[in-house]
């Protein structure tokens, strides 16, 4: 099984010869190095990375919790609110919140349908 991107898909660019390896990367740290407007570029490509890194809200925050108090897996709310439960898990434990698995309520009532009146 293949478990690189370069494995499973071909290379869209020819691979750059060490020349030009050594020639871009002069480029870019003059471009670093003496270029106005890179830390306007540099302040772009973070917040790019964050977004791809994908953080949630507090109020998204408060809600998983609640539901996690309320004895709901992350796959439950991972449908609910929309978001990848890697993330959601990801995110609790950067704040330092339990994602450790909630234990079933086995105290639940029974339904009072029309049903329950054969259970006699």
């Given at each position: 099984?293949?478990?690189?991107?370069?494995e499973?898909?071909?290379?869209?660019?020819?691979?750059?010869?060490?020349?030009?390896?050594?020639?871009l990367?002069?480029?870019?740290?003059?471009?670093?190095?003496h270029?106005?407007?890179w830390?306007a570029?540099?302040?772009?490509?973070?917040?790019?990375?964050?977004?791809?890194?994908?953080?949630?809200?507090?109020?998204?925050?408060?809600a998983?919790v609640?539901?996690?108090?309320?004895?709901?897996?992350?796959?439950?709310?991972?449908?609910e609110?929309?978001?990848?439960?890697?993330?959601i898990?990801r995110?609790?434990?950067?704040?330092?919140?339990?994602?450790?698995?909630v234990?079933?309520?086995?105290?639940?009532?029974?339904?009072?349908?029309?049903?329950?009146?054969?259970?006699?």
């Amino acid at each position: 099984m293949a478990h690189t991107q370069t494995e499973t898909q071909p290379r869209k660019r020819s691979p750059m010869s060490a020349e030009q390896g050594a020639k871009l990367s002069v480029a870019q740290r003059a471009y670093v190095a003496h270029d106005p407007r890179w830390p306007a570029h540099r302040r772009k490509l973070a917040a790019a990375q964050e977004a791809k890194h994908m953080t949630l809200f507090d109020n998204e925050v408060a809600a998983i919790v609640a539901l996690r108090r309320k004895g709901r897996t992350f796959s439950y709310i991972a449908e609910e609110i929309g978001v990848c439960r890697d993330v959601i898990g990801r995110e609790l434990r950067t704040r330092g919140i339990d994602t450790s698995p909630v234990k079933p309520d086995r105290r639940a009532r029974r339904g009072q349908g029309f049903w329950r009146c054969f259970d006699e």
